[in-house]
């Protein structure tokens, strides 16, 4: 069973950058696609990124592209997003899932291991 653990939230001011990560434990992250989630209390969470290092494939949704970027050190078995020129509507608690790359692919999934959220605070 893949555990995983996200961390790397925080404040930061609009124009700021945040380095979020999601330390997988139970299963290599190369053979892992690994899914980021965003959610605001009210609202449907939304895939921001997804990376799938078996299937040589990302995924980025519109808003974060060119913004964000995903990446997977396997000698960590860590992904990591990284954000960059954060805005205030960047703010959200931000999740990690996974599943095998065998029985899921990006963007869509399915994705059955879900990591605790991480709150990011983009201020104007």
């Known amino acids: 069973e893949v555990q995983l653990q996200a961390s790397g939230g925080g404040w930061v001011q609009a124009g700021g950058s945040l380095r979020l990560s999601c330390l997988a434990s139970g299963f290599s992250v190369d053979r892992l696609v690994v899914g980021w989630f965003r959610q605001v209390p009210g609202k449907e969470r939304e895939g921001v990124s997804c990376?799938?290092?078996?299937?040589?494939?990302?995924y980025y949704e519109d808003s974060v592209k060119g913004r964000f970027t995903v990446a997977s050190d396997s000698a960590k078995n860590t992904v990591y997003l990284q954000m960059n020129n954060l805005k205030p509507e960047d703010t959200a608690v931000y999740s990690c899932?996974?599943?095998?790359?065998?029985?899921?692919?990006?963007?869509?999934?399915?994705?059955?291991?879900w990591g605790q959220g991480t709150l990011v605070t983009v201020s104007s």
């Open positions: 899932a996974a599943q095998s790359s065998s029985r899921s692919s990006c963007p869509l999934g399915p994705f059955g291991s």
């Open positions: 990376i799938s290092k078996w299937h040589s494939s990302e």
